[in-house]
């Protein structure tokens, strides 16, 4: 492996020193030699004398009016065309884990303001509530966490009689609910 890098370094050296000599063009004589005429300079009176000539004849008179008036700038804004969306896909539905809450402030809202027991928050994030009150019952629904419920008799046992906001009634474990929001 060494080896294969010092014959590239080397190759590289090869090629560098060969276009150095030979130059840009690919011509072995790229040296420049200086000419036999001394070049003007602009202490000469000649060269003076022409550049004065040069000047005056680009400088604008003060009574010249310019032949065309320069083009209005065109504002980025006007050339830019508008974006469209080709492929704008499907509309937006909530992921499985939010699917029903949209209404479900709402109906937090009707419940607290229709219900005569104590409202209890679920504190699981997704607790069963069942027609009786024991595992073997049926499932009603499940509600998740922070959703209100309205007690409909003790709060203290292990079941307790629940209605959520829906106006559905059946039974909680106690564990799952907390007057706490």
């Not at 004849?57 to 310019?66: E, F, G, L, R, Y």
């Not at 629904?141 to 292990?158: C, K, N, Q």
């Amino acid at each position: 492996m060494i080896r294969l890098g010092l014959l590239v370094l080397a190759l590289l050296a090869v090629i560098a020193v060969t276009m150095i000599a030979v130059g840009p063009d690919g011509d072995s004589t790229a040296t420049v030699t200086p000419t036999e005429e001394p070049r003007p300079t602009a202490q000469d009176p000649e060269t003076r004398k022409l550049i004065e000539q040069i000047k005056t004849s680009i400088a604008p008179n003060d009574d010249t009016q310019p032949e065309e008036a320069a083009p209005a700038v065109v504002q980025a804004e006007s050339q830019t065309p508008q974006r469209v969306d080709r492929f704008p896909g499907p509309p937006l539905r909530p992921s499985p884990e939010h699917e029903g809450k949209e209404g479900q402030q709402d109906r937090a809202e009707d419940l607290r303001s229709t219900a005569s027991g104590p409202i209890l928050y679920v504190t699981g994030s997704r607790v069963n509530f069942r027609a009786g009150p024991t595992t073997s019952d049926r499932v009603i629904g499940a509600l998740g966490e922070g959703a209100p419920v309205e007690a409909l008799g003790p709060t203290d046992g292990s079941w307790i009689r629940i209605r959520d906001a829906e106006g559905r009634e059946g039974y909680m474990s106690g564990q799952f609910l907390s007057p706490a929001e």
